[in-house]
Protein backbone atom coordinates (compact mmCIF):
# COMPACT_ATOMS: atom_id res chain seq x y z
CA UNK A 1 0.00 0.00 0.00
CA UNK A 2 1.61 3.52 -1.04
CA UNK A 3 1.99 5.62 1.73
CA UNK A 4 0.40 9.23 1.79
CA UNK A 5 3.32 10.29 4.17
CA UNK A 6 5.75 12.44 1.70
CA UNK A 7 9.39 12.60 2.72
CA UNK A 8 11.11 16.75 2.54
CA UNK A 9 14.93 15.84 4.05
CA UNK A 10 17.15 18.29 4.28
CA UNK A 11 20.22 18.20 1.04
CA UNK A 12 22.67 18.26 3.70
CA UNK A 13 20.78 15.49 5.83
CA UNK A 14 20.37 13.18 2.73
CA UNK A 15 23.98 13.40 1.69
CA UNK A 16 25.10 12.21 4.77
CA UNK A 17 22.27 9.17 4.64
CA UNK A 18 23.67 8.03 1.35
CA UNK A 19 27.20 8.15 2.36
CA UNK A 20 26.02 5.80 5.78
CA UNK A 21 24.28 3.65 3.52
CA UNK A 22 27.38 3.29 1.23
CA UNK A 23 29.17 2.83 4.87
CA UNK A 24 26.60 0.02 5.74
CA UNK A 25 27.79 -2.15 2.18
CA UNK A 26 31.30 -1.44 1.95
CA UNK A 27 32.08 -2.15 5.37
CA UNK A 28 33.99 -5.51 6.04
CA UNK A 29 31.83 -8.18 8.23
CA UNK A 30 34.32 -10.85 9.52
CA UNK A 31 31.45 -13.06 11.49
CA UNK A 32 29.85 -12.82 7.27
CA UNK A 33 32.68 -14.27 6.57
CA UNK A 34 32.14 -17.57 9.05
CA UNK A 35 28.96 -18.36 6.57
CA UNK A 36 30.98 -18.34 3.20
CA UNK A 37 29.94 -16.29 0.26
CA UNK A 38 26.26 -17.28 0.62
CA UNK A 39 25.34 -14.40 2.76
CA UNK A 40 25.82 -11.16 1.58
CA UNK A 41 23.03 -8.06 1.64
CA UNK A 42 21.32 -6.97 -1.37
CA UNK A 43 22.59 -3.64 -2.54
CA UNK A 44 20.43 -0.97 -3.96
CA UNK A 45 20.58 -0.37 -7.65
CA UNK A 46 23.94 1.71 -8.29
CA UNK A 47 25.33 0.96 -5.51
CA UNK A 48 29.13 0.95 -5.31
CA UNK A 49 28.94 -2.52 -3.66
CA UNK A 50 27.26 -3.91 -6.35
CA UNK A 51 29.48 -7.20 -8.18
CA UNK A 52 28.81 -10.23 -10.58
CA UNK A 53 27.87 -12.84 -7.69
CA UNK A 54 25.78 -15.97 -8.36
CA UNK A 55 23.37 -16.50 -5.61
CA UNK A 56 22.65 -20.92 -5.53
CA UNK A 57 19.80 -19.95 -3.25
CA UNK A 58 16.24 -21.19 -5.93
CA UNK A 59 14.39 -17.73 -4.81
CA UNK A 60 17.23 -15.31 -5.69
CA UNK A 61 17.46 -16.77 -9.10
CA UNK A 62 14.37 -16.14 -9.76
CA UNK A 63 13.70 -12.79 -8.17
CA UNK A 64 16.84 -10.34 -9.20
CA UNK A 65 18.34 -8.44 -6.01
CA UNK A 66 17.03 -4.98 -7.32
CA UNK A 67 13.57 -6.23 -6.94
CA UNK A 68 13.80 -8.14 -3.71
CA UNK A 69 15.26 -4.60 -2.54
CA UNK A 70 12.41 -2.83 -4.19
CA UNK A 71 10.02 -5.36 -2.45
CA UNK A 72 11.72 -4.77 1.14
CA UNK A 73 11.03 -1.16 0.95
CA UNK A 74 7.84 -1.48 0.80
CA UNK A 75 7.49 -3.69 3.41
CA UNK A 76 5.94 -2.62 6.87
CA UNK A 77 8.88 -3.01 9.78
CA UNK A 78 6.84 -5.86 11.16
CA UNK A 79 6.55 -8.23 8.01
CA UNK A 80 10.29 -6.61 7.73
CA UNK A 81 10.81 -8.40 10.97
CA UNK A 82 9.29 -11.62 9.80
CA UNK A 83 11.29 -11.62 6.83
CA UNK A 84 14.45 -11.35 8.49
CA UNK A 85 13.47 -15.01 10.10
CA UNK A 86 13.42 -16.38 6.26
CA UNK A 87 17.49 -16.88 5.51
CA UNK A 88 20.92 -15.26 7.15
CA UNK A 89 20.81 -13.12 3.50
CA UNK A 90 17.21 -11.64 4.19
CA UNK A 91 18.24 -11.19 7.96
CA UNK A 92 21.55 -8.75 7.11
CA UNK A 93 19.80 -6.83 4.34
CA UNK A 94 16.64 -6.14 6.26
CA UNK A 95 19.41 -4.48 8.66
CA UNK A 96 19.87 -1.83 5.68
CA UNK A 97 19.04 1.76 7.51
CA UNK A 98 17.37 2.85 4.31
CA UNK A 99 14.41 0.13 5.35
CA UNK A 100 14.05 1.88 9.07
CA UNK A 101 15.18 5.45 8.51
CA UNK A 102 11.24 5.47 6.58
CA UNK A 103 9.70 3.84 9.05
CA UNK A 104 10.94 6.48 11.70
CA UNK A 105 10.06 9.31 10.08
CA UNK A 106 6.42 8.19 9.03
CA UNK A 107 5.84 7.41 12.84
CA UNK A 108 7.53 10.31 14.49
CA UNK A 109 6.15 12.64 11.32
CA UNK A 110 5.10 15.35 14.13
CA UNK A 111 8.41 15.64 15.45
CA UNK A 112 9.80 16.93 12.56
CA UNK A 113 12.80 15.39 9.93
CA UNK A 114 15.32 17.34 11.75
CA UNK A 115 14.70 16.65 15.34
CA UNK A 116 14.52 13.17 14.46
CA UNK A 117 17.71 12.99 12.63
CA UNK A 118 19.65 14.47 15.75
CA UNK A 119 17.93 12.01 18.07
CA UNK A 120 18.79 9.46 16.12
CA UNK A 121 22.64 10.48 16.17
CA UNK A 122 22.53 11.81 20.45
CA UNK A 123 20.36 8.51 21.77
CA UNK A 124 20.38 5.53 19.58
CA UNK A 125 24.18 5.74 18.36
CA UNK A 126 22.70 6.64 14.32
CA UNK A 127 20.79 3.53 14.30
CA UNK A 128 17.24 3.66 12.85
CA UNK A 129 16.52 0.28 13.89
CA UNK A 130 17.44 0.85 17.49
CA UNK A 131 15.03 4.12 17.35
CA UNK A 132 12.77 1.76 16.05
CA UNK A 133 12.47 -1.18 18.61
CA UNK A 134 13.39 1.51 21.64
CA UNK A 135 11.28 4.95 20.99
CA UNK A 136 8.00 4.92 22.13
CA UNK A 137 5.16 5.27 19.89
CA UNK A 138 1.82 4.62 19.18
CA UNK A 139 1.22 1.98 16.63
CA UNK A 140 -1.42 2.64 13.31
CA UNK A 141 -1.69 -0.82 12.40
CA UNK A 142 -4.51 -1.64 14.24
CA UNK A 143 -6.66 -0.90 16.77
CA UNK A 144 -5.91 -0.25 20.94
CA UNK A 145 -8.99 -2.23 23.00
CA UNK A 146 -9.95 -1.42 26.60
CA UNK A 147 -12.62 -4.55 27.83
CA UNK A 148 -14.29 -3.32 30.80
CA UNK A 149 -17.00 -5.22 32.88
CA UNK A 150 -19.45 -4.29 35.81
CA UNK A 151 -22.41 -6.12 37.62
CA UNK A 152 -25.92 -4.49 37.40
CA UNK A 153 -28.36 -5.93 39.82
CA UNK A 154 -31.53 -7.71 37.60
CA UNK A 155 -35.23 -7.63 38.52
CA UNK A 156 -36.11 -9.34 40.82
CA UNK A 157 -38.76 -12.31 40.55
CA UNK A 158 -41.37 -12.93 43.10
CA UNK A 159 -38.60 -12.57 46.12
CA UNK A 160 -37.04 -15.47 45.33
CA UNK A 161 -34.36 -14.76 42.74
CA UNK A 162 -32.26 -12.08 42.78
CA UNK A 163 -30.61 -12.16 39.95
CA UNK A 164 -27.24 -10.28 38.47
CA UNK A 165 -26.02 -9.23 35.01
CA UNK A 166 -22.56 -8.89 34.00
CA UNK A 167 -22.02 -6.37 31.54
CA UNK A 168 -19.36 -5.84 29.24
CA UNK A 169 -18.60 -2.90 27.03
CA UNK A 170 -15.45 -1.83 25.14
CA UNK A 171 -13.10 1.12 24.47
CA UNK A 172 -11.65 1.31 21.25
CA UNK A 173 -9.05 3.77 19.77
CA UNK A 174 -7.64 3.69 16.12
CA UNK A 175 -4.17 6.12 16.34
CA UNK A 176 -2.60 7.63 12.99
CA UNK A 177 1.23 9.31 12.61
CA UNK A 178 -0.21 12.93 12.04
CA UNK A 179 -1.79 13.45 15.61
CA UNK A 180 -5.45 12.58 14.89
CA UNK A 181 -7.55 9.53 16.21
CA UNK A 182 -10.76 7.82 16.24
CA UNK A 183 -12.71 6.63 19.51
CA UNK A 184 -15.96 4.59 20.39
CA UNK A 185 -17.23 3.43 23.48
CA UNK A 186 -19.24 0.31 22.13
CA UNK A 187 -20.37 -2.85 23.62
CA UNK A 188 -19.86 -4.54 19.65
CA UNK A 189 -17.13 -7.30 19.19
CA UNK A 190 -13.50 -5.97 17.96
CA UNK A 191 -14.37 -7.80 14.27
CA UNK A 192 -17.56 -5.62 13.88
CA UNK A 193 -16.13 -1.97 15.20
CA UNK A 194 -12.72 -2.58 13.15
CA UNK A 195 -14.83 -2.26 9.67
CA UNK A 196 -15.98 1.45 10.66
CA UNK A 197 -12.67 2.63 12.59
CA UNK A 198 -12.59 4.99 9.49
CA UNK A 199 -12.73 8.72 8.78
CA UNK A 200 -15.30 7.70 6.59
CA UNK A 201 -17.15 6.09 9.70
CA UNK A 202 -21.46 8.06 9.42
CA UNK A 203 -23.33 9.32 12.71
CA UNK A 204 -24.95 6.34 13.28
CA UNK A 205 -21.62 4.61 14.10
CA UNK A 206 -20.95 6.94 17.02
CA UNK A 207 -17.23 7.15 15.67
CA UNK A 208 -15.67 10.41 17.58
CA UNK A 209 -12.53 11.79 16.10
CA UNK A 210 -9.65 13.88 18.35
CA UNK A 211 -6.50 14.80 18.92
CA UNK A 212 -3.21 13.63 20.40
CA UNK A 213 0.22 14.03 21.36
CA UNK A 214 2.81 11.78 22.36
CA UNK A 215 5.88 12.60 24.63
CA UNK A 216 8.22 10.28 25.83
CA UNK A 217 5.58 7.58 26.84
CA UNK A 218 2.71 10.03 27.74
CA UNK A 219 0.04 9.81 25.26
CA UNK A 220 -2.45 13.16 26.05
CA UNK A 221 -5.56 12.69 24.33
CA UNK A 222 -9.05 14.53 23.63
CA UNK A 223 -12.37 13.92 21.80
CA UNK A 224 -15.40 16.14 21.49
CA UNK A 225 -18.90 14.92 21.62
CA UNK A 226 -20.99 17.39 19.71
CA UNK A 227 -24.45 18.03 20.56
CA UNK A 228 -26.75 20.38 22.95
CA UNK A 229 -24.63 20.14 25.86
CA UNK A 230 -21.12 19.32 24.30
CA UNK A 231 -18.53 17.57 26.39
CA UNK A 232 -14.60 17.28 25.66
CA UNK A 233 -13.08 13.53 27.18
CA UNK A 234 -9.64 13.83 27.83
CA UNK A 235 -7.58 11.14 28.62
CA UNK A 236 -4.14 10.60 29.60
CA UNK A 237 -2.18 7.07 29.00
CA UNK A 238 1.42 5.60 29.52
CA UNK A 239 2.64 3.81 26.72
CA UNK A 240 4.26 0.30 27.37
CA UNK A 241 5.29 -3.05 25.83
CA UNK A 242 5.19 -7.09 26.57
CA UNK A 243 8.46 -6.98 24.63
CA UNK A 244 10.93 -4.44 22.90
CA UNK A 245 9.56 -2.71 20.37
CA UNK A 246 5.76 -4.25 20.77
CA UNK A 247 4.04 -0.90 22.02
CA UNK A 248 0.85 -2.67 22.78
CA UNK A 249 -0.39 -1.92 25.91
CA UNK A 250 -1.69 1.55 27.26
CA UNK A 251 -2.74 2.60 31.36
CA UNK A 252 -5.18 4.91 31.34
CA UNK A 253 -3.80 7.44 33.68
CA UNK A 254 -6.95 9.43 34.22
CA UNK A 255 -10.42 9.70 32.17
CA UNK A 256 -12.04 13.46 33.04
CA UNK A 257 -15.25 14.51 30.94
CA UNK A 258 -15.68 18.44 31.04
CA UNK A 259 -18.11 20.75 29.67
CA UNK A 260 -17.07 23.37 26.74
CA UNK A 261 -18.76 26.51 25.73
CA UNK A 262 -20.61 27.19 22.52
CA UNK A 263 -17.13 28.99 20.76
CA UNK A 264 -15.22 26.25 21.20
CA UNK A 265 -17.02 23.53 20.27
CA UNK A 266 -17.96 25.30 17.07
CA UNK A 267 -16.07 23.23 14.79
CA UNK A 268 -15.73 19.51 15.14
CA UNK A 269 -12.58 19.09 13.28
CA UNK A 270 -10.92 21.17 15.42
CA UNK A 271 -7.95 20.56 17.31
CA UNK A 272 -9.70 20.33 20.56
CA UNK A 273 -6.88 19.01 22.61
CA UNK A 274 -4.91 22.67 21.87
CA UNK A 275 -8.14 24.50 23.53
CA UNK A 276 -8.49 22.16 26.87
CA UNK A 277 -4.71 22.05 27.19
CA UNK A 278 -3.48 23.49 30.51
CA UNK A 279 -6.97 22.74 31.92
CA UNK A 280 -7.22 21.36 35.62
CA UNK A 281 -9.13 18.13 36.39
CA UNK A 282 -12.22 19.95 37.70
CA UNK A 283 -12.39 22.58 35.09
CA UNK A 284 -15.17 23.04 33.01
CA UNK A 285 -16.50 25.68 30.63
CA UNK A 286 -20.32 24.95 30.81
CA UNK A 287 -22.09 25.32 33.99
CA UNK A 288 -24.49 22.45 32.60
CA UNK A 289 -22.23 20.13 32.36
CA UNK A 290 -19.68 19.62 35.36
CA UNK A 291 -16.26 17.99 35.29
CA UNK A 292 -16.24 14.35 36.15
CA UNK A 293 -12.97 12.50 36.48
CA UNK A 294 -14.05 8.53 36.10
CA UNK A 295 -12.38 5.94 38.17
CA UNK A 296 -14.53 3.13 36.75
CA UNK A 297 -13.69 1.28 33.24
CA UNK A 298 -9.94 1.77 33.25
CA UNK A 299 -8.75 -1.48 32.42
CA UNK A 300 -5.42 -1.45 29.80
CA UNK A 301 -5.60 -0.85 26.44
CA UNK A 302 -4.72 -3.95 24.31
CA UNK A 303 -3.23 -3.80 20.79
CA UNK A 304 -4.82 -5.73 17.98
CA UNK A 305 -3.68 -5.66 14.64
CA UNK A 306 -5.79 -5.31 12.08
CA UNK A 307 -4.80 -8.82 10.54
CA UNK A 308 -6.18 -10.22 13.97
CA UNK A 309 -9.19 -8.53 14.67
CA UNK A 310 -10.98 -11.90 13.66
CA UNK A 311 -9.93 -14.33 15.60
CA UNK A 312 -8.62 -11.93 18.77
CA UNK A 313 -9.86 -13.60 21.93
CA UNK A 314 -12.23 -10.10 22.80
CA UNK A 315 -14.38 -11.42 20.70
CA UNK A 316 -15.81 -14.40 22.70
CA UNK A 317 -19.17 -13.72 24.68
CA UNK A 318 -19.17 -13.06 28.54
CA UNK A 319 -20.54 -16.84 29.15
CA UNK A 320 -16.98 -17.92 27.53
CA UNK A 321 -14.82 -15.29 29.11
CA UNK A 322 -15.88 -13.60 32.09
CA UNK A 323 -12.62 -11.79 33.20
CA UNK A 324 -9.93 -11.03 30.90
CA UNK A 325 -6.07 -10.03 32.20
CA UNK A 326 -4.38 -7.85 29.37
CA UNK A 327 -1.19 -8.53 31.03
Known sequence: MASDFALSVP???????????????????????????????????????????VDPALIHHCLPDELLFEVFARMSPYDLGRAA????????????????RSACLKAWQLSGVVENYKLVQSKYEGSWRKMWLLRPRVRADGLYVSRNTYIRAGVAEWKVTNPVHLVCYFRYMRFFPSGRFLYKNSSQKVKDVAKCMNFRASKTDSVFRGHFTLSDNQVEAAVLY??????????????RGTTAGANNRMDPLSLVTSGVDDNEANNPDEDILGVVEGWQDDESHNPDVPAVSHRRGLMPFVFIPFEEVETSVLNLPVEKMDYFVPG
Open 226 to 239: PGMRPTVLRIRLRL
Open 85 to 100: CVCRKWKYTIRNPVFW
Open 11 to 53: DELESALRLKAVHYFVTKRPWLDLYGVNVRPVAPVGSVSRKPY
